[in-house]
């Protein structure tokens, strides 16, 4: 469904696009989301590995992918994907209207950081399976919630995308590649260790006004960026930027009830873009409003 030359991404005059994770500063992984009218373009050869998920998708009609030597056509309905290995060319032809469609391009590289945790086949990136209409429950939510962050400019959600990437490059090798992949070469503990453990949960406690990234912690844990984030999950029951956020957040509640820092200078040091993302973010871990959480503490 994406449309590219070599180096260079291209569409139709019939696709639009909806959002984009240009300027985010995301650097393993770029996100568009898309709206695809009727269409057909000719064979293109992708240069990254790309993952293409209906978001709102349409029922009457085809999408039709032709290389590799398959012609391949499925519905495009909500909740279905596509994968295209990086290296291999491919054309496409839509039958009628999508209204929405998320397209993740992962790069090459990485994949390559993945080699601390899988005994990975050669070129791994060009040995996803070729796959049409899927489904993915996985995919689909890792998908969707990074979707969620596409109007979220903090640090916390560069590093969500981070780990986001990594899993789902990890999901990719595991369970869609054609020459297969070896289990996870875990460690003789499956958690970090608690001297480990202690050594970053200090760090965030010491830095948590600042911009905390999945690479600073790891090197700190002394693990890969994916290996540390499964490792801190296990321990901690959240994923490292949850956890961040979490930290943040109830600095966050200290500095209302305390009531001396306006809503909007109080959202800036938790790291939000804006006072209306802090509302939310809020709203949703304490089931009310900065402003009713400020009244009641009175």
């Known amino acids: 469904m994406e449309l590219r030359t070599p180096g260079v991404r291209k569409y139709p005059a019939t696709s639009g696009l909806l959002a984009s994770s240009a300027g985010l500063g995301w650097s393993t992984l770029s996100v568009e989301l898309r709206s695809h009218g009727i269409s057909e373009a000719p ?51 839509i039958t009628a209207p999508i209204p929405q469609t998320l397209h993740l391009y992962l790069p090459i590289a990485l994949f390559d950081r993945l080699n601390d945790d899988f005994n990975l086949p050669v070129a791994p990136a060009h040995s996803i399976r070729y796959a049409a209409g899927v489904r993915d429950e996985v995919i689909e939510q890792i998908g969707r919630s990074i979707l969620s962050e596409l109007d979220n400019k903090a640090a916390v959600s560069r590093m969500y995308v981070d780990t986001a990437s990594l899993t789902l490059a990890a999901r990719l090798l595991h369970k869609h590649c054609d020459r297969g992949v070896c289990a996870p070469t875990e460690s003789s503990a499956h958690s970090i ?18 911009e905390i990234t999945l690479d600073d912690l790891a090197g700190i844990a002394g693990y890969s960026p994916f290996h540390f984030a499964r490792k801190f999950t296990l321990a ?48 949703r871990a304490a089931g009310m409003t900065p402003k009713e959480y400020r009244r009641r503490r009175r």
């Open 193 to 210: 260790d608690h001297i480990r453990l202690r050594r970053v949960l200090d760090h965030i406690a010491a830095n948590i006004e600042d």
């Open 236 to 283: 901690m029951g959240v994923p490292p930027h949850r956890y961040i956020s979490r930290m943040r957040l109830e600095k966050a509640m200290a500095e209302l009830a305390a009531g001396r820092l306006p809503l909007a200078e109080i959202a800036l040091n938790a790291h939000f873009a804006s006072q209306a993302s802090f509302t939310r973010a809020f709203h």
């Open 43 to 93: 064979a293109i050869v992708p240069q990254h590995v790309e993952i293409c998920l209906v978001v709102a998708g349409n029922e009457d009609g085809l999408v039709r992918r032709t290389g590799v030597g398959l012609v391949q056509e499925a519905m495009p309905k909500t909740g279905a994907i596509w994968l295209s290995p990086a290296g291999l060319g491919k054309a496409m032809a």
